[in-house]
């Protein structure tokens, strides 16, 4: 039997010590400017790692399987990360389910003091073969020894039953309470003079083709690329509501649904669909097309919040946004939801 502790796996960013390195993962020209490092290569790494994680377990059964990313199931932001230091990744496999891993990373920078900076939950699934006739493939349990290796495989457990709450919370209607947040910002436009942020202008989008340089297994582009691109327009688009300063607080959910080939043309979407406080929750989505326009699918979706902050990183608040129609109503919903969800946690930065 194979034990979480024999899924580990250890890798690092040495930013330290690579100046090269160091300037790519600078969002500015500025090394002491805390918080000023690119989330969106981040998250290309922590990808990576999931994946590697994940195939050295599945390769012990099915040595010429490979694994997909399934969904992201939430990264929380704990401190800013200081781009001059080192990054260690340690990763871990949580959770084995019928064909699926769930990986969990910890993202920290060692010495005094040491900084933990995220921690991240990944769901992998094991595949065989290629193209349509690809199938999932059925995995062993782990075997759990002690206390800490049952707890986070309860936490896991927890995880998946909280985000299938959270789907089923989407379609319930409103509170008494949202009701009345709605009706009080709907009334609001209606005043003479209304000059607020209608939600409905809050979007930013791009189009893309994707290349081989962007393939990781054969006829599939690397996940990690895509969800790179989405937050990075994520964050743009987080930038037409924040005033000052707009960094990532949290990766709510991001889900993997059809997998983009060679050739395909992709349409990026981002909006920002509600604010709380210092916190603005951005929607994004990513749309392929195949190279002879027969089909288009929805391959991801993703939620993120942001903080909006100063210098020193203190959070400094958002104006108001003003949903319009039906639909925007009910993202505004999600998006509060969402948020404060996520700031219940303690250390969120």
């Not at 490092?37 to 999931?50: C, N």
């Not at 781009?83 to 060692?110: C, K, L, M």
């Not at 009345?180 to 910002?185: D, G, R, T, Y």
Request: a neutral charge.
């Amino acid at each position: 039997m194979t034990t979480p502790r024999d899924t580990s796996l250890d890798r690092t960013l040495p930013l330290g010590s690579d100046p090269a390195l160091r300037r790519r993962f600078m969002v500015v020209d500025e090394p002491d400017l805390r918080g000023n490092l690119r989330f969106g290569l981040l998250l290309e790494i922590l990808d990576t790692v999931a994946e590697e994680t994940s195939l050295r377990y599945v390769n012990r059964f099915y040595p010429g399987a490979r694994v997909v990313t399934a969904a992201i199931d939430n990264i929380l932001v704990r401190h800013a990360a200081d781009v001059t230091r080192d990054i260690v990744f340690h990763a871990r496999i949580n959770h084995v389910g019928r064909s699926s891993v769930e990986v969990g990373i910890r993202v920290e920078q060692p010495g005094e003091p040491m900084n933990h900076i995220a921690s991240c939950y990944f769901t992998m699934v094991a595949r065989s073969g290629v193209g349509d006739s690809a199938v999932s493939l059925a995995l062993p349990p782990l075997e759990y020894l002690d206390d800490t290796e049952r707890r986070r495989e309860r936490k896991a457990v927890a995880r998946r039953e909280e985000y299938r709450s959270e789907q089923a919370l989407v379609i319930e209607p409103p509170s008494r309470e949202e009701y009345e947040i709605l009706a009080s910002l709907h009334r609001a436009q209606e005043e003479p003079g209304f000059q607020g942020l209608l939600t409905g202008r809050l979007a930013a989008d791009a189009w893309e083709r994707m290349y081989p340089e962007q393939e990781n297994v054969p006829q599939k582009i690397f996940g990690g690329y895509l969800i790179r691109r989405a937050y990075e327009l994520s964050s743009i688009c987080s930038e037409l509501v924040a005033p000052d300063r707009s960094i990532i607080a949290a990766v709510n959910r991001i889900n993997f649904f059809h997998p983009v080939r060679m050739g395909d043309k992709l349409h990026y979407t981002s909006r920002v669909v509600a604010i709380d406080g210092s916190f603005v929750c951005v929607e994004a989505s990513i749309e392929r097309i195949s190279r002879d326009r027969t089909s288009k699918a929805l391959s991801n979706s993703c939620l993120f919040t942001f903080v909006n902050v100063d210098r020193q990183l203190g959070h400094r608040p958002v104006p108001s946004v003003y949903p319009t129609t039906y639909a925007e109503d009910a993202r505004y919903l999600t998006g509060q939801r969402s948020i404060r969800s996520l700031t219940r946690h303690e250390h969120l930065i």
